[in-house]
């Protein structure tokens, strides 16, 4: 379920408004209103109106829940640009261009663990046996590997072998210095 909202002829960039508008994207309403409350730029807080309507235009037209939706997406398209001129000196003109942005977002609710559940289909006896051989195989040549590569007998004291082997390489590395 989705709940968009669009506002046109916005007075800024669409380079400027992008940098705001990627901080947002993919994050639930509530965290992204609370990240433009807080960020220094004065598209911010254009962008955060946008997002309080698509959330109205949610709860009004009885898309989901409005708490727990994400902005799923939101891009800025380029508008218009009005082109002014600047006299310069020795009679030269420059342009100036004021260029305007498309604002563009959609939510969506997120499925709740709740509604997950309900939808998973059950696992039968035999899914989960058949899981627990396979783990069980996995396990087995792994284990036979490192006793085998190491050269020693299997069980127990072959792995204690292994452990005294190490702990004696590392004494007959260690000399000390000065003598």
Known sequence: MEAKAVVRY????PQKARLVVDLVRGKKVGEALNILR???KAIAKVVGKLI???????E?????????MVVEKIFVDQGPVMKRRLARSRGRV??????????????REVETSKKRKAEAPKKGAAETTAGKEAV?????P???KTKAASGTKKGTSGEKAIVAEAGAKKTKTTKKKGS
């Open 10 to 13: 916005v007075r800024m960039s």
């Open 38 to 40: 807080f960020t220094n």
């Open 52 to 58: 309080a309507s698509a959330k109205a235009n949610a």
């Open 60 to 68: 009004n037209s009885n898309v989901g829940d409005a708490d727990t």
């Open 94 to 107: 420059d342009t100036i261009r004021k260029p305007f942005s498309h604002i563009t977002v959609i939510l």
């Open 136 to 140: 069980a195989k996995e396990a087995k």
């Open 142 to 144: 792994a284990a036979g």
